[in-house]
């Protein structure tokens, strides 16, 4: 993490847009994406907010179900490339059927404390955040931010889900898995197992409100990334039917900076199958093909209500290292502190 630089804030104009962003828009969203990154070492859009941010854009989609919030500073002769115009961004993903509409949200780090954050917000309350029957609104913060957590009061809007990360850096120390003779582990073969993982992955996930609603888009887009790996894809097989995987990922150093980092990425049984003590000997099995890899740590996402899978990873060695906090309206039904 590099210490964040502070500057007079730019004269700034927010726009709002809606559908597909252009190439030239996302670009800059990931640019500023990782400025953040580098500086919080936490990402501020999740996972599936790039991918959809990604598929709208290569599909020129204008019913794309994407709102977006652009800061744009005003150009001068020190910026001429425009990316760096963008000092912040507020990204609503909205959601299909009964899923929520959920927000994130970045601010440039040398331009913070200067009400962008605020500006942003303002613009999508009065726009797609503002209340609507029968439409759920969720926003989430990647990481522990002040600034944050004070918008989300001045909006009324209170913490309703925490999602803990947590680091292993003893490896050696975790022990060799152990399944029953008639189950066998394998790597996953692409142009082969995607319609069963994403069978099994929806029967494992039918009530996470994010991992059992991926579709074959989705698992397209990660197979398409530069980190997808299928020799890390790890599939628990009985008798030629799946019975769970873990899914692992490697997160790639930096020159003079970070070193790599092993990622329990996703860890999953289908209902007939729990009970037989598959999570944990899969967990061991992506944890030992991760070591094999050279890692030193190795991290993982888990929700802090799942009492039994923290105790699990506790055991193991892993600690809690940062933590994302859903937001959810006061007034919205349902929404119950977290």
């Known amino acids: 993490m590099r210490p964040q630089e502070t500057q007079t804030a730019p004269e700034t104009t927010v726009e709002l847009c809606g559908g597909a962003p252009t190439a ?8 500023l994406a990782r400025a953040a990154e580098e500086a919080d070492a936490n990402p501020p859009f999740s996972e599936q907010t790039l991918v959809e941010l990604h598929q709208a854009a290569d599909s020129g989609d204008p019913q794309a ?6 800061a744009w500073a005003a150009p001068d002769e020190h910026r001429t490339d425009h990316q760096h115009l963008l000092t912040g961004a507020g990204v609503v993903v909205l959601g299909a059927e009964d899923a929520p509409d959920v927000l994130e949200l970045v601010v440039r780090p040398n ?3 200067h009400g962008i954050g605020g500006q942003l917000t303002a613009a999508l309350a009065d726009d797609v955040l503002a209340p609507q029957p029968g439409r759920v609104q969720r926003a989430w913060a990647h990481g522990e931010h002040d600034a944050a957590a004070r918008l989300a009061t001045r909006y009324g809007w209170a913490p309703v889900r925490e999602l803990w990360r947590m680091r292993l850096t003893s490896l050696d120390e975790v022990p060799s898995p152990r399944l029953p003779e008639s189950v066998t582990i394998r790597a996953f073969e692409p142009g082969r197992d995607e319609e069963d993982w994403l069978r099994a992955n929806a029967a494992a996930f039918a009530t996470h409100p994010e991992q059992g609603r991926l579709t074959r888009a989705d698992l397209d887009a990660r197979m398409a990334e530069d980190w997808f790996d299928p020799s890390g894809f790890l599939l628990a097989e009985e008798d030629g039917q799946l019975l769970g995987f873990h899914w692992t990922k490697v997160h790639p150093g930096e020159d003079g900076g970070a070193e790599p980092l092993g990622e329990v990425y996703v860890v999953g049984v289908v209902p007939d199958a729990q009970g037989r003590g598959l999570g944990y000997s899969l967990t061991l099995a992506g944890i030992e093909h991760l070591r094999s890899q050279g890692l030193g740590a190795i991290m993982l996402y888990v929700d802090a209500d799942n009492t039994a899978a923290v105790e699990l990873y506790r055991k193991l060695g892993f600690t809690r290292w940062d933590v994302d906090t859903m937001y959810a309206p006061v007034t919205e039904p349902g929404a119950e502190p977290a």
């Open 111 to 113: 331009c913070r404390q």
């Open 65 to 70: 179900p994407l709102r977006i919030a652009y």
């Open 24 to 31: 030239d828009q996302v670009d800059a969203l990931v640019e």
